[in-house]
C-alpha cells in the first residue's frame, strides 16, 4: 500500500515556475514508478510525465517537454515536478501516481493516487 500526497501549487503568473512535491509513505516507494498527471476543468486527465523508479529514466508528454522536469529522491520517498515557463493551459489539478509498470502513460497503469494540489497559471 503507498499514500501519495501532493503539494506546492498555487497560483503563478504565465512564465512562471512552480515545483510540486508528492510525499510517499510505505517502505517500497522505490520499486515504483512515478507519474504526474494533471486535469483540466472539463477536461479529461492528461499523463504529464513519469520517471523510472531509480530516477535513471524521464519521460514527458510533449506538451511540457523542455519546461517540466521530474526527480525523484527516494531516501525521502519524495517525487518532484519543476515546471518552468509555465503557461496558462498548464493549469489543473495535479496528481501524482504510482505504478508498478515501466513507462506507463495512461492513468489505468497506475496502483495508486493522491489527492492533487491545484496549479493554476494567470495570463
Known amino acids: 500500500q503507498v499514500q501519495l500526497v501532493e503539494s506546492g501549487g498555487g497560483l503563478v503568473q504565465a512564465g512562471g515556475s512552480l515545483r510540486l512535491s508528492c510525499a510517499a509513505s510505505?517502505?517500497?516507494?522505490?520499486?515504483?514508478?512515478m507519474g504526474w498527471f494533471r486535469q483540466a476543468p472539463g477536461k479529461d486527465r492528461e499523463f504529464v510525465g513519469g520517471?523510472?523508479?531509480?530516477?535513471?529514466?524521464?519521460y514527458y508528454a510533449d506538451s511540457v517537454k523542455d519546461r517540466f522536469t521530474i526527480s525523484r529522491d527516494n531516501a525521502k520517498n519524495t517525487v518532484y515536478l519543476q515546471m518552468n515557463s509555465l503557461k496558462p493551459e498548464d493549469t489543473g489539478l495535479y496528481y501524482c501516481?504510482?505504478?508498478?509498470?515501466?513507462?506507463?502513460?495512461?492513468?489505468?497503469?497506475?496502483?495508486?493516487w493522491g489527492q492533487g494540489t491545484q496549479v493554476t497559471v494567470s495570463s
Open positions: 510505505g517502505r517500497t516507494f522505490s520499486s515504483y514508478s
Open positions: 520517471i523510472s523508479w531509480s530516477g535513471g529514466s524521464t
Open positions: 501516481a504510482a505504478s508498478r509498470a515501466s513507462r506507463a502513460r495512461v492513468g489505468g497503469a497506475y496502483d495508486y
